[in-house]
């Protein structure tokens, strides 16, 4: 277990373009976050799961974001149509029973 | 709603100066949990404490100590002797009990520099 990966680390795009990253937890991790961190600003919630199943989304997450998470296993996050407001870091965690989040090192989106 | 304040944007200290972050939170929920983590240029968060919001016990790990106050809403963070290895930027988070989502709420984080 190498703790939790994210795919790619870094990610240059053109507006208007779609992107999707990736995210593998701890495999034995039930629950599984997204979070976006802009320049100078902490992370904030985007969305989690609970195995395959989606149970809250912040209000940050637009109609242009989906994220799913498959038989419980990896999560991937899309964005359509992006957005120079896109650009951030989107960090993924996971975690199971009492809090113990375990973060990766993150996906740096750029648009252009 | 739950909030954090790092009230603290920047600081700049020299190596082995001790240096004190802090950290104010709001919340409704009686029970709820407090995190620090530091996040180096790399990006990834690293972990450092959690405290539950039961146990105002103040702890110290190494060079680094905490200390909790639920009567001030304050969760501050020292380290003594500081290092260079030290530079990160640091973050207070708050989340709620086990039942709910249990997402954290961050603060916007204390960039430390610690100079040799």
């Known amino acids: 277990d190498t703790g939790v990966s994210q795919n790619p680390r870094h990610k240059i795009t053109k507006r208007g373009q779609n992107v999707t990253f990736r995210c593998d937890p701890i495999?034995?991790?039930?629950?599984l976050y997204w979070y976006r961190q802009t320049l100078g600003q902490g992370p904030e919630f985007l969305t989690y799961?609970?195995?395959?199943?989606?149970?809250?989304k912040s209000r940050l997450l637009s109609d242009r974001f989906s994220a799913e998470r498959p038989k419980g296993s990896f999560s991937t996050l899309e964005i359509q149509r992006t957005e120079q407001g896109d650009s951030a870091m989107y960090l993924c965690?996971?975690?199971?029973?009492?809090?113990?989040?375990?973060f990766g090192s993150g996906t740096r989106l750029t648009v252009v | 709603a739950q909030k954090v304040t790092q009230a603290q944007t920047e600081i700049s200290v020299v190596e082995k100066e001790d240096v004190t972050l802090d950290c104010v939170y709001e919340?409704?929920?009686?029970?709820?949990?407090l995190f620090w983590y530091k996040q180096p240029p790399s990006g990834e968060l690293v972990f450092l404490i959690r405290?539950?919001?039961?146990?105002?016990q103040n702890e110290i790990s190494g060079r680094y100590s905490w200390n909790f106050q639920k009567s001030t809403s304050s969760f501050n963070f020292t380290i003594t002797a500081s290092q260079v290895v030290d530079s990160a930027v640091y973050f207070c988070?708050?989340?709620?009990?086990?039942?709910?989502?249990?997402?954290?709420?961050f603060g916007k984080g204390t960039k430390l520099t610690v100079n040799p």
């Open positions: 405290r539950n919001s039961f146990d105002e």
């Open positions: 799961f609970q195995n395959e199943a989606q149970l809250e």
């Open positions: 965690a996971s975690k199971q029973g009492t809090p113990g989040y375990t």
């Open positions: 495999s034995e991790h039930n629950r």
């Open positions: 988070a708050l989340s709620e009990a086990p039942g709910g989502s249990e997402k954290l709420v």
């Open positions: 919340t409704r929920d009686t029970t709820y949990y």
